[in-house]
């Protein structure tokens, strides 16, 4: 597929790219060259190439859901600037 300078108006149109008119002619021929080399990625033989591992091959690796961390509640209400009991304390926003 090779674009026009006509589709290319048309595009920054719909895109609503502020396109200048002598800037048209490059911008033609770049994205010419990027769909021939789209072009030639269609060419290539992939059948015999086996699959990447992902997801769909290798099964996740879980951790035990254990506890790390606890008890330091003390710890973490001594950064807050208000509290009230077991709770931050924050401004009332709605009325």
């Not at 589709?7 to 920054?12: E, L, N, R, S, T």
């Not at 769909?35 to 290798?58: F, K, N, S, Y």
Request: with cysteine; proline share 8%; hydrophobic share 35%.
């Amino acid at each position: 597929m090779s674009l026009t300078p006509e589709m290319i108006k048309h595009i920054a149109k719909l895109a609503r790219i502020g396109l200048d008119p002598s800037d048209i002619d490059a911008t033609c021929h770049t994205l010419n060259d990027i769909l021939g080399w789209i072009d030639q990625l269609a060419e290539v033989r992939i059948d015999d190439v086996p699959p990447m591992v992902g997801t769909e091959t290798e099964p996740l690796r879980q951790r035990e859901d254990t506890i790390t961390e606890g008890n330091c509640r003390d710890s973490l209400f001594s950064c807050a600037p208000e509290t009230s009991g077991p709770f931050y304390t924050v401004p009332r926003v709605v009325e």
